[in-house]
Nanobody, 124 residues
Framework: QVQLVESGGGLVQAGGSLRLTCAIS????????MGWFRQAPGKERELVAA????????NFADSAKGRFTISRDNAKNTVYLQMNSLGPEDTAVYYC?????????????????WGRGTQVTVSS
């Protein structure tokens, strides 16, 4: 019954920033985990960042550490991915995902709900 809708993708120049938004239908429980994944052509889907809704646990890909920030707005039932210092290697479709059990690991199969994705393209 949970629906996730991503927005905020687009075309940016290298060194620029984007903020992705994941709108979540209904209410989220405090035990939920929210994650951002990305998939580039010819590559497997990989975790970018994840957090439990209560903020008790976070997880970042090495490539995202220091550049990306995951956050949420309780009142709006929204999760954000702030991406700074973007490079062409960040070009991918970015997906929002949710896990009912609070899992923040990299195994995409463990996540219960998925958005349809938003394209991020970084030009050199």
């Amino acid at each position: 019954q949970v629906q996730l809708v991503e927005s905020g993708g687009g075309l940016v120049q290298a060194g620029g920033s984007l903020r992705l938004t994941c709108a979540i239908s209904g209410r989220t429980l405090s035990m939920y985990a929210m994650g951002w994944f990305r998939q580039a052509p010819g590559k497997e889907r990989e975790l970018v960042a994840a957090m439990r809704w209560d903020g008790g646990k976070t997880n970042f890909a090495d490539s995202a550490k220091g550049r990306f920030t995951i956050s949420r707005d309780n009142a709006k039932n929204t999760v954000y991915l702030q991406m700074n210092s973007l490079g062409p290697e960040d070009t991918a479709v970015y997906y929002c995902a949710a896990d009912r059990g609070g899992y923040v690991g990299p195994n995409s199969a463990a996540y219960d709900y998925w958005g349809r994705g938003t394209q991020v393209t970084v030009s050199s």
